[in-house]
């Protein structure tokens, strides 16, 4: 399993640190010095971190999977309706 870094996550959830560090309750400063490998965290920061994260980024792959599905139905019933 390849290693993803928490910026990474964070551009994944398209979110800034500071909406991330109101998300989290982490001051911004410090998230930006834990991203960079400036300041190590703890563990339980860590998850803290990527369980808001992979939450946020749960939400938006399942709205597209909406949006897809609702596609799709869209245009099955367009070819039904044309035949």
Do not use: C, F, N
Request: without cysteine; charged residues 25%; hydrophobic residues 45%.
């Amino acid at each position: 399993m390849a290693v993803v870094s928490l910026r990474e996550l964070r551009g994944l959830a398209h979110m800034t640190q500071q909406k991330l560090a109101r998300r989290t309750g982490i001051d911004a400063a410090l998230l930006s010095q834990i991203e960079s490998g400036a300041m190590p965290a703890s563990e339980a920061r860590i998850e803290k971190i990527r369980g808001v994260l992979l939450k946020v980024i749960q939400k938006r792959q399942l709205r597209m999977q909406q949006v897809l599905a609702s596609t799709t139905r869209a245009k099955q019933s367009e070819r039904s309706a044309a035949a």
